[in-house]
């Protein structure tokens, strides 16, 4: 007979020791596969120059597509007669960004006739509470 917490192999080696008492958290989050922080659901957004894309246009048709998978939508906010050329969608869920990208570093799609493009969304470092390369230029609009 073996003691209480080890395991024996058909050989009949007795392998580790386990202790009844468990040093998981109790009180820690349920583990969700694909829940990561926002910088690791988020992809950056590229439309064609004099074509930009809404807010809603975006939401709308990443939804039709995939569902219920955009938190939210950030577009580059411009002066006045200047149209925005780049975007971030962070999605509900990390694992939505393969399936997008469907093996390419990144994809092209035509949203209501104008051009689309996503990829990974990479953050810059920021400094002195403004980005490096003068993008925080972003707002949910």
């Known amino acids: 007979m073996h003691a209480a917490g080890t395991s ?4 009949g080696q007795v392998i ?20 990561t922080p926002e910088d690791s659901r988020t992809m950056f957004l590229t439309f064609s120059l004099g074509h930009p ?11 039709s597509n995939r569902g219920e ?3 939210n939508v950030f577009i580059e906010r411009t002066q006045p007669g200047k149209d925005p050329q780049f975007g971030r969608i962070v999605f509900t869920n990390s694992l939505v960004i393969p399936i997008i990208l469907n093996g390419q570093t990144k994809a092209k799609f035509m ?9 990974i969304y990479v953050p810059r470092r920021r400094v002195a509470g403004s980005l490096v390369n003068g993008v925080e230029t972003l707002e949910m609009i």
């Open 53 to 63: 894309l809404s807010r809603d246009e975006i939401i709308d048709f990443f939804t």
């Open 16 to 35: 580790g020791e386990t202790s009844r008492q468990s040093s998981l958290n109790p009180d820690a989050n349920e583990f969700n596969p694909g829940q």
């Open 69 to 71: 998978v955009v938190q």
């Open 8 to 11: 024996r192999r058909a050989s």
């Open 111 to 119: 949203v209501n006739r104008k051009h689309l493009w996503a990829r």
